[in-house]
């Protein structure tokens, strides 16, 4: 009988796409926050802890078979200058004969395992610094980008959901995107909610 699983590139055994499996608790995180910058930029910031090395956790930001168990398709090296392109995979029916296009970027800072900064066509700029703590890793996010008003908290709202993702992955979970609408649409829509009335 064939295994339910494969090794990932940090080493850890990862368990064939089942969403049934991922926690759908997304306020067990704490919230991010919104900076107003000039120019019409946000600067759209998370913070999170994983219990795993930021050896493991670069791995997950950075090679293309991991980021995909939690994030989207990468295309491109984790060095600096080089391109950095991403294609997302949680769009309704993305797989089903619907193909998102990819949206270009570049690699503004990599020093691994624990800056990596990235500029991308349709997502402004997005940094990732990772220090060591007693958990195994401090994780912040952070987001500069100009878009409309009322996509700055679809965003944020997002990220928060990926950041999710991730924390299962590293424990050897990844999503099935071919029914993340169906499974994650909903948490999506209650982080979104928490972020536009928060308290209620």
Request: proline share 4%.
């Amino acid at each position: 009988m064939g295994s339910n699983n494969h090794t990932d590139k940090t080493g850890r055994q990862q368990d064939r796409p089942d969403n049934g499996r991922l926690n759908k608790d997304m306020a067990r995180f704490a919230p991010g926050t919104v900076e107003t910058l000039d120019g019409g930029h946000v600067k759209l910031t998370l913070a999170r802890n994983y219990a795993a090395a930021p050896e493991q956790v670069w791995a997950m930001l950075t090679e293309p078979a991991n980021t995909e168990l939690w994030w989207c398709r990468v295309r491109g090296r984790a060095r600096t200058g080089s391109s950095f392109d991403l294609k997302w995979l949680n769009v309704k029916d993305e797989g089903h004969g619907i193909e998102t296009d990819w949206w270009n970027g570049r690699v503004l800072e990599a020093a691994a395992p624990h800056v990596l900064e990235i500029s991308n066509a349709m997502h402004g700029t997005i940094r990732v610094e990772l220090t060591p703590s007693d958990a195994g890793t401090r994780l912040v996010f952070t987001n500069v980008i100009a878009v409309p008003q009322d996509v700055v908290l679809m965003s944020l709202a997002g990220w928060h959901v990926h950041l999710d993702h991730l924390a299962e992955a590293l424990e050897g979970r990844a999503v099935d995107w071919q029914h993340w609408w169906d499974d994650f649409y909903p948490c999506w829509e209650q982080v979104h909610a928490a972020y536009v009335s928060p308290g209620t």
